[in-house]
């Protein structure tokens, strides 16, 4: 798989990367390693986001279709 293409593994990764730098930089009393960590989290979740939209790029609009369906048939009552 090339390194451009978003990867679910890869953004695990990087997320729990970041929750150890995270909780590291908790215990150590070290502001540098605990926002590394918070930024590494961030990233790991965007990661993850991408390539689910990538594998699967209707489920938002699936989701936006029925909330628009729904709102207009409220608005008929």
Same mark, same amino acid.
């Given at each position: 798989m090339p390194e451009s293409k978003a990867s679910k593994l890869r953004g695990d990764i990087k997320y729990? *990367? /970041?929750v =150890?730098?995270?909780?590291?930089g908790k215990a150590i009393n070290n502001e540098k390693?605990?926002? *590394? /960590?918070? =930024?590494?989290?961030?990233?790991?979740e965007?990661?993850?986001d991408a390539a689910s939209?990538?594998?699967?790029?209707?489920?938002g609009e699936e989701k936006e279709t029925e909330e628009?369906?729904?709102?207009?048939q409220k608005s008929k009552l």
């Open positions: 729990y *990367e /970041g =150890s730098k995270e909780n590291i390693l605990k926002k *590394e /960590g918070e =930024s590494d989290k961030l990233a790991g965007s990661e993850r939209v990538r594998m699967n790029p209707n489920k628009i369906a729904d709102i207009n």
